[in-house]
């Protein structure tokens, strides 16, 4: 079988064969009035096969939500964090799971009533995919299999899918003060797309990816089957840690490593404009924050200061510091490597690592920790983000051009967030997500708006800043983080998806690991059942 995947990729590549397939957007006026005729029989066939494959003692009520259910909108809405896709097209069916069989029984009925599936853990995805889609499809969402068990003795956690990092850190935080995660600082994401697609934060220079510190998940395959670490095998096992697990099959559970962290970190934040000499200080920022030590996380936020006030606007950067230790240990390595920052005692707070991840979500570390469980924080904007890597040093003349274009628009945010430390110890092969040792640091650009007539001109700016940065970051390919998901970068076709076209997002995402995780999808996912716009491709088997 896998003789014949690899002859299949190697005839794709040579042939370079993109079968295009243009899927039907309007619907006719018999289409619809069969469609009205007909759905209340295909909602109650969906619902009778749903019921057919549970055990009779697991429950069937309050799991499946079709358009006409009184819940169904408040439930959709409840986890769209882009107002851009608040009227996009919408799920036949929504499934809200509360164990595996519900799960199980969704897949298997989804596809004997031909129905894409989209599974759905708290909607950040950046593309609204997980919970859109051109195809008819249903969505799982999985925010009811949100349960985190701590074992501190052991110093690991099972984690359901559905759970926010909020609900994970918290719960780690209950159990410990010198235990935590290394995931995003972002308390609503959800646990199983962030870890899917890699899932990096504040401590991800001593500790690796989220993704590099799983011991076990538990997904459904394809076929209904419950699978663990052992039954689905290192190949499968090792392309949901970064590779995007809904390319794959429906993961509901992961087993974390939890790291040790200090009782005291300090945290500090620097804030210097252009015409305090913030582009020097992002000069020496990009040659010495991947040299730091691992202990060490500084990051730099680029944006636009008085948008809103009657003085000219202008850029401004601020560096924002995590060190896992005391002040005294922070400060005799910043001053010696970056004493141009000016930092001193006064600018330090130390605090506990849970109070570190309260500060880097924007709460005041003097609140209950209870506020992390707080999922339901809805976008009230749209927005649109991109990212990049970088290998060498962006010359003065390139941070210029760069701050002049961020000026234009005062919604406009840049992170530059440093690599190196642990990140440079893992081989780029070791998971799907590759950019490691060879990476100053990465980007992320992000835009928003209010109103939706806005959209092509904040779209446009953004594609022109993307355009700008070219000849400064990595190429061959320009890489880009799956997390960040981006479909300017290319989309699958439907329903015939071929390896050279889906590899002009995927060689972006995924470098070298892309053959690899093509590989995997054919095995696991033969007919391509679990298909997105930006889905891991299956060969076709000649």
Not at 270 to 288: D, F, M, P, R, Y
């Amino acid at each position: 079988m896998v003789g014949k995947i690899t002859r299949a990729y190697e005839r794709e590549v040579k042939d370079g064969d993109v079968k295009m397939a243009s899927p039907k957007f309007g619907m006719s006026i018999l289409f619809v009035f069969l469609c009205i005729s007909f759905c209340s029989s295909t909602d109650q066939s969906f619902q009778q096969c749903f019921s057919s494959h549970l055990p009779p003692s697991n429950i069937t009520y309050d799991v499946i939500f079709t358009q006409n259910s009184s819940q169904y909108s408040s439930i959709l809405q409840s986890s769209i964090r882009n107002l851009r896709f608040s009227n996009a097209s919408k799920p036949r069916y929504l499934v809200t799971p509360y164990n595996e069989d519900h799960i199980q029984a969704t897949i298997i009925c989804s596809k004997e009533h031909h129905m894409h599936v989209r599974v759905r853990s708290a909607g950040h995805d950046y593309e609204g995919l997980s919970y859109i889609s051109d195809v008819p499809f249903i969505v799982i969402d999985l925010f009811h299999i949100q349960s985190v068990m701590v074992d501190i003795k052991n110093e690991y956690a099972w984690v359901g899918a559905g759970a926010t990092l909020g609900e994970l850190y918290y719960s780690i935080s209950a159990k410990s003060n010198v235990h935590g995660f290394p995931a995003g600082s972002c308390p609503t994401v959800g646990v199983g797309g962030h870890i899917s697609g890699g899932g990096f934060g504040t401590i991800f220079r001593k500790y690796g990816l989220a993704a590099d510190n799983v011991i076990d998940a538990k997904m459904i395959d394809v076929n209904g089957n419950v699978l663990d670490r052992k039954s689905m095998g290192e190949d499968l096992f090792w392309a949901i840690r970064g590779g995007g697990g809904a390319s794959f099959g429906v993961i509901f559970s992961w087993k974390l490593k939890l790291v040790r962290v200090p009782p005291t970190v300090t945290v500090f934040k620097t804030v210097k404009s252009l015409e305090q000499g913030a582009t020097k200080l992002v000069q020496k920022w990009q040659n010495i924050a991947y040299k730091f030590h691992h202990d060490l996380f500084l990051h730099a936020v680029i944006q636009v200061t008085n948008p809103n006030s009657n003085q000219n606007p202008t850029v401004q950067v601020s560096f924002d510091c995590l060190f896992l230790g005391t002040t005294e240990r922070l400060l005799s390595s910043i001053q010696r490597s970056f004493p141009e920052l000016g930092v001193t005692q006064e600018n330090c707070t130390e605090m506990s690592w849970i109070q570190s991840v309260l500060y880097f979500a924007g709460y005041s570390i003097a609140e209950s920790a209870d506020v992390l469980l707080n999922r339901t924080t809805q976008s009230t904007q749209s927005f649109k983000g991109k990212s990049d890597y970088v290998k060498e040093v962006i010359p003065k003349t390139g941070l210029e051009g760069l701050f002049k274009m961020v000026a234009e628009e005062a919604t406009s945010v840049l992170i530059l967030t440093p690599y190196g430390g642990r990140m440079k110890q893992i081989k780029s092969s070791a998971t799907p997500f590759p950019y490691r040792s060879e990476y100053l640091y990465g980007i992320q650009y992000m835009i928003s708006w209010d109103a939706a007539e806005e959209t092509g001109k904040r779209i446009g700016w953004m594609r022109r800043l993307y355009k700008y940065m070219e000849p400064y970051v990595s190429t061959a390919p320009r890489a880009a983080y799956f997390n960040y998901r981006d479909l300017d970068l290319g989309r699958n076709s439907y329903p015939n998806t071929s390896y050279v076209e889906s590899s002009e997002w995927g060689l972006k995402y995924f470098n070298h690991n892309f053959n690899r995780l093509v590989r995997v999808k054919t095995l696991a996912d033969p007919h391509n059942f679990f298909w997105n716009e930006q889905s891991i491709p299956v060969l076709r088997l000649e």
